[in-house]
């Protein structure tokens, strides 16, 4: 039988690549199935979400493989899959959905009710997400494969743009799904909060939507410089406590039509004494500074049980909100898990067209599965990089 080698999570910020069993075509529950795929994986990126688990602030279990954002070849298939054919190059999204069920019918895949036993939805090696195996591994199965996966038309074409291609899985159709949920349209003035890789993906989504001015704010300077090269107005947070300041400094008013959360439950206070964990500081900015009737996207992670919190409340996913004031505002706020599905063709179409340099954009940088350990500990010092592994020497350097 062939051998397969996946990244590991051990405890908090420990990571390892060890050998792994070869996928079979079974769920995580022990039950033959017929309608997966077995990939050879090209690439698989490193994700802030993974950061989170790797830092011990979920309730992630040692052992878990981890990686949900997969890019792959066939090389096995099961005999219902009808669809796809071996030798296919395909982008899985991060989703785990049957295609079958209310919600997957209605194009929610990011909370399918029939392929996690504990909640709504399902993803590759991500903790409480119904035990499916991750992808940051040479090999990994992928179930319900004639709906969830989607074959590039020119196999060769999609190589040649494989560093765009690869954000397909989760993080680009994250950032686009924020933009929209924020209700960003042409002439938007938009601000982004945390320049990493999914504001990034936000930022560059606004554009392609037709904002007129796309703000980004972070206390990186790193990135915060990337994203003023890439086009947007970088807002330095460790200037001001007052985001409304540093928003009117820009556009001559302290407010925006739409805002985008990127951060999640890791944020920190920010101003000139910046530093201490603020979980609901940037849901609270933003319902400050987004125009009344404004909208609010929130593709941020946000979890039921952060172990790591420094607040009883925090460890159990309970923030202090300020509600009165979004609801005062009469505020669109929209959360939740990116339902891929609803994205991922028209996205990747805009990449084949070359009207979306996302690899670009989110300064990719290729890297040996053997070095997924240390991708980790740079990703997690706040490098301007996206790091995605390339496990079998596939991409072309």
Request: include cysteine; charged fraction near 20%; glycine fraction near 12%.
């Amino acid at each position: 039988m062939a051998g397969n080698r996946g990244v590991v999570y051990l405890g908090t910020h420990d990571v390892e690549v060890q050998s792994i069993d070869f996928p079979k075509m079974v769920t995580p529950r022990g039950k033959r199935i017929t309608h997966g795929v077995i990939l050879k994986v090209i690439t698989t990126n490193i994700c802030g979400s993974d950061q989170h688990m790797v830092r011990g602030r979920t309730t992630a279990p040692k052992g878990m493989v981890l990686g949900h954002e997969i890019t792959g070849e066939i090389i096995e298939k099961g005999k219902d899959v009808e669809y796809l054919d071996i030798g296919d190059l395909v982008t899985v999204p991060f989703n785990v959905a049957c295609g079958r069920c209310r919600n997957c019918r209605a194009q929610e895949t990011g909370v399918c009710l029939n392929v996690n036993p504990k909640c709504p939805g399902g993803a590759y090696g991500y903790v409480d997400m119904g035990d499916w195996i991750g992808g940051q591994a040479e090999f990994v199965m992928v179930p319900f494969a004639d709906f969830n996966l989607i074959k590039f038309p020119d196999k060769a074409q999609a190589m040649e743009k494989i560093r765009d291609l690869t954000m397909l899985s989760d993080i680009l159709p994250t950032g686009f799904h924020g933009a929209v949920n924020a209700g960003v349209c042409a002439g938007s003035i938009v601000y982004v909060a945390g320049a990493g890789p999914v504001g990034m993906c936000a930022a560059a989504s606004a554009h392609l939507l037709g904002a007129a001015v796309v703000l980004i704010g972070d206390m990186n300077k790193d990135r915060l410089k990337h994203a003023r090269k890439m086009g947007f107005e970088p807002i330095d947070l460790t200037k001001s406590a007052m985001l409304e300041d540093l928003i009117e400094a820009v556009v001559g008013e302290p407010e925006v039509d739409a805002s985008i959360d990127c951060v999640g439950f890791e944020a920190h206070g920010h101003g000139p004494n910046h530093g201490d964990p603020a979980p609901a500081d940037v849901i609270n900015s933003l319902m400050s500074i987004t125009r009344a009737s404004g909208g609010i996207g929130v593709p941020g992670v946000y979890v039921t049980e952060d172990p790591g919190a420094d607040t009883n409340e925090a460890r159990h996913g309970d923030l202090l909100i300020k509600l009165g004031e979004g609801w005062g505002k009469a505020q669109r706020i929209l959360m939740g898990q990116t339902p891929v599905l609803r994205y991922n063709q028209l996205l990747m179409t805009a990449i084949l067209h070359d009207r979306l340099p996302i690899g670009k954009i989110l300064n990719t940088t290729i890297i040996k599965l053997d070095q997924a350990p240390q991708g980790y500990k740079d990703f997690d010092q706040g490098v301007a990089k996206k790091f995605v592994i390339d496990p079998h020497g596939s991409v072309k350097k």
